[in-house]
């Protein structure tokens, strides 16, 4: 079976940091492309984050997080971490770990490019 479970999210002050975890397991693809999302009440999901071993190895962010996110994993590849220093009131959201379903030949910030996913982790910041 396949889990994607999130850890590390909780309520912090504008300027904070948290580290956010997702522990996988089952993902066969996983290792080629992992991402965060995060989906804020009444807004769409966003991607935020993705790790990918294609084309060498690269991490991607989306314009609004950069500098402040950083994503990386373990070497077994089973954790998948994001790092986020200098939280703002507008990253309040759900935090979302994904992987591939299927053998990805690219790895990008789209929701439909990936089919599993965890539960998610809540991020509150408070300004």
């Known amino acids: 079976q396949v889990h994607l479970v999130e850890s590390g999210g909780g309520s912090v002050e504008a300027g904070g940091s948290l580290t956010l975890s997702c522990a996988a397991s089952?993902?066969?693809?996983?290792?080629?492309?992992m991402a965060w999302f995060r989906q804020a009440p009444g807004r769409e999901r966003e991607g935020v984050a993705a790790?990918?071993?294609?084309?060498?190895?690269?991490?991607f962010y989306a314009d609004s997080v950069k500098g402040r996110f950083t994503i990386s994993r373990d070497k077994a590849n089973k954790t998948l971490f994001l790092q986020i220093n200098n939280l703002k009131p507008e990253d309040t959201a759900m935090y979302y770990c994904?992987?591939?379903?299927?053998?990805?030949?690219?790895?990008?910030?789209?929701?439909?490019?990936?089919?599993?996913w965890g539960q998610g982790t809540q991020v509150t910041v408070s300004s």
């Open positions: 994904a992987a591939p379903d299927t053998m990805p030949t690219t790895c990008q910030l789209k929701a439909a490019d990936f089919g599993l």
């Open positions: 790790i990918s071993s294609l084309a060498g190895g690269r991490t």
């Open positions: 089952g993902a066969v693809y996983s290792s080629v492309c």
